[in-house]
């Protein structure tokens, strides 16, 4: 990224790179930036996140109480 703010779209990609590799600093302090302005994206970070855990979950997988209350929030 070349630019210090985010639009709603870079912000989601990063958030889905985020997941998959390490992100550089630029791209954490743009995100961080982004973020104070903008509660929807935030809301789709933790959505993105939740998916995410829930995923590594299958249903033959047995879930204790304490898995259940880390991927519900």
């Given at each position: 990224?070349?630019?210090?703010?985010?639009?709603?779209?870079?912000?989601?990609?990063?958030?889905?790179?985020?997941?998959?590799?390490?992100?550089?600093?630029?791209?954490?302090?743009?995100?961080?930036?982004?973020?104070?302005?903008?509660?929807?994206?935030?809301?789709?970070?933790?959505?993105?996140?939740?998916?995410?855990?829930?995923?590594r979950?299958?249903?033959?997988?047995?879930?204790?109480?304490?898995?259940?209350?880390c991927?519900?929030?």
């Amino acid at each position: 990224m070349t630019r210090w703010m985010l639009n709603c779209k870079e912000f989601s990609q990063l958030v889905s790179e985020g997941f998959d590799r390490p992100l550089s600093m630029w791209d954490r302090v743009s995100m961080a930036m982004h973020h104070l302005i903008c509660p929807p994206c935030n809301r789709i970070r933790k959505q993105i996140d939740m998916m995410r855990k829930s995923c590594r979950y299958t249903p033959s997988d047995n879930l204790d109480e304490t898995d259940i209350t880390c991927i519900l929030p």
